[in-house]
């Protein structure tokens, strides 16, 4: 008898669930500090996962 299948993953398969990061423009200020932009994934909106239903027509099974 065969087993349930297990539920497809959530984490999103644009960034691999690192939703955010921070990206630096290359120039420094007065202090020293690096200028840094945070960027979130458009896919997922900066939460790392995805909703069950993409999840599953991403990954489901033919």
């Given at each position: 008898m065969t087993d349930r299948a297990p539920a497809p993953a959530r984490?999103?398969?644009?960034?691999?669930?690192?939703?955010?990061?921070?990206?630096?423009?290359g120039g420094r200020d007065?202090?020293?500090h690096l200028h840094t932009?945070?960027?979130d994934c458009?896919?997922?909106r900066g939460t790392g996962t995805v909703?069950?239903?993409?999840?599953?027509?991403?990954?489901?099974?033919?």
């Open positions: 984490i999103c398969p644009d960034c691999d669930g690192f939703a955010s990061a921070a990206v630096t423009s007065a202090r020293g932009i945070s960027v458009q896919t997922c909703s069950a239903r993409v999840a599953q027509l991403a990954g489901g099974r033919a």
